[in-house]
């Protein structure tokens, strides 16, 4: 019988890969950008690719991928959103810097609650963890929002209330998404 030689990657290359995907996903979703009348805040697919990247990677690798893309953004890299016209650093203090600073903590929470499990209880825990990454993420907008409106309804007109019926479509998708991948890609990592 003749034996397949087989070449596995250190994990650690697995890891430095997978966060590298992590910012490439994210710095994408940002190119999907659609400006909404009577906000500074745009619509983008940056909060769907944080909860996949959060709950594909785990907390710890979740959280590390989007720091590296908040590091590339406040350096210059054109990985935000270009539609908002503000560039590198000064972006982390504009209306959207709020949900920018909250991606690191919103990918952990999502890769903390959504864990392998049995299949009846990953749906659950996908969902949970879907959703606690999405409320990170508006919490942190609402708040950059507040410190620049000094106004809380003025904030949740400019930075929540818009979003909410799109979010709904991508909390769907990413239960969707991440319930066939999630044991998969963290066996690996």
């Keep these: 019988m003749e034996r397949a030689l087989t070449v596995e990657r250190p ?6 890969v997978a966060v590298t995907l992590g910012v490439a996903l994210v710095a ?14 745009p619509m983008t697919l940056q909060p769907l690719a944080v909860l996949l990247v959060g709950g594909l990677l785990g907390s710890r690798l979740g959280a590390a991928s989007l720091l ?6 406040a350096a210059g890299l054109p990985v935000f959103t270009p539609t908002v016209p503000l560039f590198g650093v000064a972006r982390l203090f504009g209306p959207t810097g709020g949900y920018l600073l909250a991606y ?12 392998t499990g049995t299949d009846g209880r ?7 963890g879907v959703l606690a990454g999405l409320a990170v993420i508006h919490l942190g907008g609402l708040a950059q929002l507040l410190i620049l409106t000094g106004d809380l309804s003025v904030a949740a007109r400019f930075g929540t209330l818009p979003f909410l019926l799109g979010d709904l479509g991508k ?5 969707l998404a991440l319930k066939h991948t ?6 690996r990592l």
């Design 11 to 16: 994990i650690a290359v697995n890891r430095v």
């Design 28 to 41: 994408a979703a940002a190119q999907v950008s659609v400006p909404l009348p009577g906000t500074p805040v």
């Design 68 to 73: 590296l893309y908040l590091a590339l953004g």
């Design 104 to 115: 690191p903590v919103a990918a952990f929470a999502t890769g903390a609650i959504v864990r």
């Design 122 to 128: 990953r749906w659950g825990r996908i969902a949970l």
């Design 171 to 175: 909390l769907a998708i990413a239960v």
């Design 182 to 187: 999630v044991t998969p890609l963290r066996a």
